[in-house]
């Protein structure tokens, strides 16, 4: 067992002694000293170099023994043999903390490998960070350990975002692409070959910081799995989420990762696994890290994904609900009377208080308009967030929209966001400056909500399931619930404990039709015993739920379940079964009442390659039917097929704990529009509770 990582002397030193400092600022070894003092360090700098006397007025020693004192951090700045022995001589010295920037050691061969285990032996356990590392920023204490090039910024932005990166290149990427949108960081740390401090190390110490909201993370391999799990649950438990770039998703960059950090990549979906299970937010790109961080870093939590969308632009609004929806989330209209708050705030004609994304026009592009209609809004029911989309006139006022909707921000209990639509990099860094949450992309806007839903719901779907799963097996609700927390799209519905709070759940939907369902954990498939009913008129909600209680008995009955009707799609299944011998593996097919007359289905052991679940989706004889079958619209392929994928990825984080789940029918739409789940099952193993 690894003792507690004490790196608060690496993190917050008081004294540094840069090891082998150089006069010439161009080079790597003249960097630190210069970016110690550009960006405010108050300690005590040490400089070992026998060639010089000075360097910028401070004096130079000749040898490491000569230090006046033990330095919380020896920066080494020497080749590969040269560091060995400076961390050597370090360890006599008593220093608490060592840095290695050199490469040469286990990323490159067994040679190199041999080398970082002399260099382990040299520090004698003194701490090491390295090698092959660029070093440590501490942005909240103005200490710059690092001879990264972007410390050339001017200034450095304190926030409440950690960085832990395995790649050096990628930490000084990530410090100024974030410099540039205005998003501020507390610590970040290199970790290079992880000789003896890891990515685990520094979780463990950005934990217990308190500067720190959001820990992201860099990843290359984890090298010890057993504990990043143990202080990812952790994190999610405290509040304080892992956001996840992990690289090594396909062929070429697992053998990228190996050789870079000498570390063996496990696969990438044991990683996925991995990540879900423990509430950690995986993102697909070095942007969506960052993304993902500025919705995290505001402390206001997204309790569900109805957005209400105000733009000054129609199509940027679109592009928003169109990024948006493709994570889940929905724009219903407004309610009553949040359109007519609407309508009372918004001028001429063409004004629309009915629709949403709600359009401002030119006319109404005013601040005295953006107030009144973002607390509309904000003050509405009948949405979780609402998203500000700012168009090429911030260009020219910048202060238009970004004065009221900060206003709001700071005021509203959930969250308040902001897209700009033009390439305005200015307005976002002040908006991320003054605590609005913005983005330069409507990609990475929805990057940022599907993170804020997806640390709302916690350390892992399975701890919620576990109080839930009464019996073993969820109701649709909870179903449904699970595989939206994994990325599956779901219809628009309520729980309703009562008829008359199913009326009134009817009204919140504002959908002209409904889907009224009895909601039982002892009744799996509820149109068997008559209890689902389909194109309920809002006026009948009442009477017909008083119906559906005829067909089961009280004490089976959870309540009701109310929907919106989906219609014009393609109806498929999608399922997991497990198979005593083989495990787990996917079932694709068409769905309805045809997936037990026709017996159309695909399957698939799990996990599943990169195109298996477009190959199940040819085998299909009803896949006809989603390639514009006799003048109908082509239905969304791509999203089915990503559906599939995200489906398997949450068997794969279930694991044992899943026995049976399944989609039927899981609705694809025309092209462009995605997939919706319309019915769920999931029946869990009945040693859950005990896991």
Not at 197 to 205: P, S
Not at 328 to 343: C, H, K, M, N, S
Not at 364 to 386: C, F, G, I, K, W
Request: aromatic share 4%; proline share 5%; glycine share 10%.
């Amino acid at each position: 067992m690894r003792p507690f990582p004490n790196l608060e002397p690496l993190v917050r030193p008081r004294s540094v002694a840069i090891v082998g400092a150089s006069a010439d600022v161009r080079r790597t070894a003249g960097k630190p000293a210069v970016y110690l003092k550009k960006h405010g360090y108050v300690g005590r700098v040490h400089l070992v170099n026998p060639r010089y006397a000075e360097i910028d007025g401070v004096p130079c020693l000749r040898r490491i023994a000569d230090l006046p004192e033990a330095p919380d951090v020896g920066l080494v700045l020497l080749g590969a043999e040269p560091a060995i022995e400076a961390v050597r001589q370090l360890a006599e010295r008593g220093a608490s903390t060592a840095i290695v920037l050199a490469g040469g050691f286990a990323e490159i061969d067994d040679t190199g490998a041999q080398r970082q285990t002399r260099l382990v032996e040299a520090a004698a356990g003194m701490r090491l960070l390295g090698p092959n590392t660029i070093g440590m920023v501490n942005v909240a204490d103005h200490t710059a350990l690092s001879a990264s090039g972007a410390l050339e910024l001017d200034t450095l932005t304190t926030g409440r975002v950690a960085i832990v990166s395995q790649s050096g290149g990628m930490l000084g990427a990530l410090l100024s692409r974030g410099a540039a949108r205005g998003l501020g960081f507390s610590r970040l740390i290199s970790t290079g070959n992880e000789a003896d401090v890891d990515v685990c190390d520094a979780i463990e110490y950005l934990l217990a910081d308190d500067a720190t909201r959001v820990i992201g993370l860099y990843l290359e391999s984890v090298r010890r799995p057993a504990r990043f799990r143990e202080l990812a649950e952790q994190a999610a438990q405290r509040g304080k989420p892992l956001v996840v770039f992990k690289i090594g998703r396909s062929e070429a960059g697992a053998r990228s990762a190996t050789s870079h950090t000498g570390a063996i990549a496990g696969t990438d979906r044991m990683y996925a696994a991995l990540f879900k299970q423990t509430g950690a937010v995986r993102v697909e790109t070095l942007d969506g890290l960052l993304d993902a961080a500025t919705g995290l870093a505001f402390d206001t939590q997204l309790n569900g994904r109805r957005l209400g969308i105000l733009t000054s632009t129609g199509g940027g609004g679109s592009l928003v609900a169109e990024a948006c929806g493709l994570h889940g989330f929905t724009v219903p209209t407004p309610d009553a009377p949040t359109a007519e708050r609407l309508r009372a705030a918004l001028l001429g004609e063409s004004a629309m208080a009915d629709r949403n994304p709600i359009d401002l026009t030119l006319a109404n592009l005013r601040s005295e308009t953006y107030r009144e209609t973002v607390a509309a809004l904000v003050d509405s029911p009948s949405y979780d967030a609402v998203v500000v989309v700012v168009g090429s006139s911030g260009l020219e006022d910048p202060s238009l929209a970004a004065a009221p909707v900060r206003e709001a921000a700071v005021a509203a209990e959930k969250p308040v966001v902001v897209y700009v639509n033009p390439h305005a990099m200015n307005i976002v860094s002040y908006l991320n400056g003054v605590g609005v949450p913005a983005f330069f992309t409507a990609e990475g806007c929805a990057t940022a909500l599907a993170a804020m839903a997806g640390a709302t719901l916690g350390a892992a779907p399975i701890e919620g399931i576990r109080g839930a799963a009464h019996g073993h097996t969820l109701n649709e609700a909870e179903a449904l619930a699970l595989f939206a927390a994994h990325g599956v799209r779901v219809a628009r519905h309520a729980v309703a404990a009562t008829p008359a709070e199913a009326a009134e759940q009817t009204a919140r939907l504002g959908a002209e039709r409904v889907v009224l369902k009895v909601l039982s954990r002892s009744v799996a498939h509820k149109s068997d015993v008559g209890g689902v009913r389909v194109g309920v008129l809002p006026q009948d909600v009442t009477a017909t739920c008083d119906e559906l209680r005829l067909r089961i008995e009280d004490a089976a009955l959870d309540g009701w379940l109310v929907q919106e009707e989906v219609v014009g799609g393609t109806e498929m299944l999608l399922g997991v079964i497990r198979d005593p011998q083989l495990e787990l593996a996917v079932v694709l097919g068409a769905g309805g009442t045809a997936a037990e007359v026709f017996g159309d289905t695909s399957l698939r052991l799990l996990p599943l390659g990169p195109s298996e679940a477009r190959e199940m989706l040819g085998e299909l004889k009803c896949r006809v039917l989603l390639e514009g079958f006799r003048g109908q619209p082509p239905g969304d392929i791509d999203a089915l097929v990503e559906t599939v994928e995200r489906f398997a990825d949450m068997a794969l984080a279930l694991g044992d704990n899943l026995l049976e789940a399944e989609i039927n029918p899981l609705f694809v739409l025309p092209r462009g529009r995605g997939v919706v789940a319309a019915d769920g099952l999931v029946v869990l193993a009945s040693n859950l509770a005990a896991t």
